[in-house]
């Protein structure tokens, strides 16, 4: 049994850097995110009105949209090894990355706290841990906080997938895990799609909810780039499951099928949403958008994906959890289903707190006759 909790918690190979390795893993985060502020603030990109309304002008906020830049740019950077970083290394770093990011962001939570005018720095524990502003941006909107949380976010996870299949790799070779590689080409796509459909972000719950505060800071930096890919702390020193050939096949190709599956309600959830917000009469995949007018000219969309669950996105969510897990092959290996455990975990909470902002937003009534309408929280028949 010993044997066994040792090989399925061990992570002592992320622990054996030198004394300068170990510092140089603290302060990667400063570098990266130093570097990702330049390089987005740099690259061209398309300025696009959102959703949420600028206070200060009564209209929708201007957002400069260059994800996709800044992803092919910088993984560029990494593959070719320009600034002498090693391909492996952010995955060898991972665990000091994590305690310097950490530390960083509440640094930077701090100083975009102190930055608010101190009326709305009356609960400053509440306000410096969910923002007391809702918006942060400079340069007349050239640069938005939000957009580079996911940006930045989003890439330095690929870039912690890719580090650590290229570890897998060179340990292993022939004897390579098949499912490191559908891993990694699970979040690849999972975030080039992301940046490529990146106006729809300007729709969705973190950026008409959430404030700048450590919150954000944490789980769009730190979380969302070396935390949702967890699983790899563990599943990266193990080599090929040795299923037989057509067991493998069965494996990878019902596990990807998992995958597209759930994508597929995500993204078609996100899309609907985005076509109903800005053209509410325009139909969906043939679908047509059946409402129910709220308070203050609102509408509730309650026909396809929205007439399923009030949350069928964080359905699709889990299912992308359940294929993330199933893909390396030790399905009783604890660290495969960390990222599912928290990504269940985070929605559950979540749905609970859209649903109140929902009820103030639209109207306790006309929220009350949606949730009559539309009975399951996520999952239709179970929740």
């Not at 007391?132 to 909107?141: I, L």
């Not at 340990?171 to 699970?186: D, K, Q, T």
């Not at 799609?193 to 450590?214: C, I, N, P």
């Not at 599956?261 to 325009?282: C, H, V």
């Amino acid at each position: 049994m010993n044997i066994v909790m040792t090989e399925w918690y061990d992570i002592s190979h992320l622990l054996e850097l030198s004394a300068t390795e170990k510092i140089l893993g603290l302060c990667t985060p400063l570098i990266v995110y130093i570097a990702f502020f330049v390089i987005q603030l740099i690259l061209p990109g398309r300025r696009v009105p959102g959703y949420v309304i600028n206070p200060e002008t009564g209209k929708p906020r201007n957002y400069r949209l260059n994800g996709i830049w800044v992803f092919s740019v910088v993984l560029a950077i990494w593959w070719f090894e320009l600034t002498g970083m090693p391909r492996d290394w952010f995955y060898r770093s991972s665990v000091f990355a994590v305690i310097g990011g950490t530390f960083f962001t509440a640094v930077f939570s701090f100083i975009t706290f102190f930055s608010q005018p101190k009326e709305k720095r009356k609960k400053p524990i509440k306000a410096w841990w969910t923002g007391s502003a809702q918006e942060v941006s400079w340069f007349n909107e050239r640069f938005d906080m939000k957009m580079y949380f996911y940006a930045a976010g989003g890439t330095i996870l690929v870039l912690n997938v890719m580090s650590a299949t290229w570890y897998h790799y060179e340990r292993f070779g022939s004897n390579s895990n098949p499912g490191m590689f559908l891993y990694m080409a699970f979040f690849t796509f999972y975030i080039l799609d992301y940046f490529v459909s990146e106006r729809v972000t300007l729709y969705t719950y973190d950026m008409m909810h959430e404030g700048v505060g450590f919150k954000l800071f944490w789980g769009g930096l730190v979380i969302y780039g070396w935390l949702f890919p967890l699983p790899i702390w563990g599943m990266t020193v193990l080599p090929n499951p040795g299923f037989g050939a057509g067991w493998e096949n069965f494996w990878l190709i019902g596990t990807g099928l998992i995958f597209l599956i759930g994508w597929a309600i995500s993204r078609g959830s996100n899309l609907q949403k985005y076509t109903f917000k800005r053209w509410p009469e325009r139909k969906f995949l043939g679908i047509k958008p059946e409402y129910i007018e709220a308070a203050g000219d609102r509408k509730i969309l309650c026909s396809g994906f929205w007439g399923v669950a009030r949350h069928v996105g964080y359905l699709g969510e889990g299912l992308i959890g359940i294929a993330f897990a199933l893909s390396f092959g030790y399905f009783s290996n604890p660290w495969a289903w960390t990222y599912l455990i928290f990504i269940v975990s985070m929605f559950t909470q979540r749905q609970l707190s859209d649903d109140r902002h929902c009820a103030e937003k639209y109207g306790p009534e006309y929220w009350t006759q949606y949730q009559a309408r539309v009975k399951y929280r996520i999952c239709p028949g179970i929740y």
